[in-house]
Structures are given as structure tokens and as C-alpha cells.
């Protein structure tokens, strides 16, 4: 199965695409996906979908994972993120892909071992965990995570176990 993970941003969005198969994960690719912020917010949502699109398009993903919203002190930026957001999901909904969701802290917990990890941490497990791969930056390090989460939670047999455990 191939998975593309996303951590949205409205100035960069990271992605991560990943392969999973009989247990094993093997990086594909990862990079950035960047709007201007001098461009109005339509123009900046716009530049996203396509260079998301692209990445759909290039990788031809199975499923994809992006990481949830979470509510920070500044209303705007949470908004701004949300937005970014939302696009990413109308891209991935357009392309065709069931699409996981997972909170930061899971993330984190499944590819770190703690739910607070530093973003040091969560690249250097990354790398550990995909051989060979060197991340766009920590966005994009951020989107492996999540690709790696829902590989081991959000895939058919990921689905299986969670409801073998009642969760």
C-alpha cells in the first residue's frame, strides 16, 4: 500500500509518501508544498491544491493521512491552518483517496514513543524507521510521520487490530 502523509500549513505544507508492505515501510518521496505569503488566501489555497494535486498525480498514492487540527492560543493562525487544511482534504476527497486523520500526539507517540517529541525527535526516528530517506525539511518530516502512523493504524489490518483492542 502506498500512503501519502500531509502536515498542513498555509506556508508550507509538508508531504511524505511511503510504502507499506508485509510489515516493512520504504520511503517513495517527501517534500514541501509552499504558497507566497504576499498572494491573498484564495490565491495561496490555490497554489497548495495544485501542488498537492501534482503530488497525487506523480506518486499515485492508495490512501493518504493528514494530521488534525489543533487549537493553539492564536485564533488566526488556527484558522489560517484550518483553511490550508481544508484544501489538503478537498485535494486528497478529489483524487480519490480514503484519507485517515490523527492528532499530533498520536503521531508523535507511534514513531517516537512520546506524545511531546521535539521535532529533532520525530526526524531522527524518521529517518531511523525509512532507511535512505533524507527529509525536505521538518514539514515533510512531519508528513512521513503521519504516513507512518497510518500505516500502522489506519490500513485495513491497522483497522482490524483497533477493533480488536475496542477502540
Not at 42 to 54: E, P
Not at 69 to 79: I, R, S, W, Y
Not at 132 to 139: F, M, R, T
Amino acid at each position: 500500500m502506498r500512503i501519502l502523509g500531509i502536515d498542513p500549513g498555509l506556508r508550507t505544507l509538508g508531504w511524505g509518501v511511503i510504502e507499506s508492505q508485509n510489515g516493512r515501510l520504504r520511503h517513495v518521496a517527501n517534500g514541501l508544498c509552499k504558497s507566497q505569503a504576499s498572494d491573498d488566501l484564495a490565491a495561496r489555497l490555490l497554489s497548495l491544491h495544485r501542488q498537492l494535486d501534482r503530488v497525487i498525480g506523480d506518486f499515485a498514492p492508495d490512501e493518504a493521512a493528514i494530521e488534525q487540527t489543533f487549537v493553539n492560543k492564536d485564533g488566526v493562525a488556527t484558522l489560517k491552518l484550518g483553511q490550508a487544511r481544508g484544501a489538503a482534504l478537498l485535494t486528497l476527497a478529489q483524487g480519490g483517496l480514503r484519507i485517515g486523520e490523527y492528532a499530533p500526539n498520536r503521531v508523535k507517540k507511534t514513531v517516537v514513543g512520546v506524545g511531546h517529541a521535539a521535532k529533532e525527535q520525530v526526524i531522527h526516528m524518521v529517518k531511523l524507521q525509512l532507511p535512505g530517506c533524507e527529509p525536505a525539511g521538518p514539514d515533510a518530516a512531519d508528513a512521513l510521520a503521519i504516513a507512518i502512523c497510518h500505516a500502522y493504524y489506519g490500513g485495513t489490518h491497522g483497522a482490524m487490530r483497533l477493533r480488536e483492542v475496542g477502540a
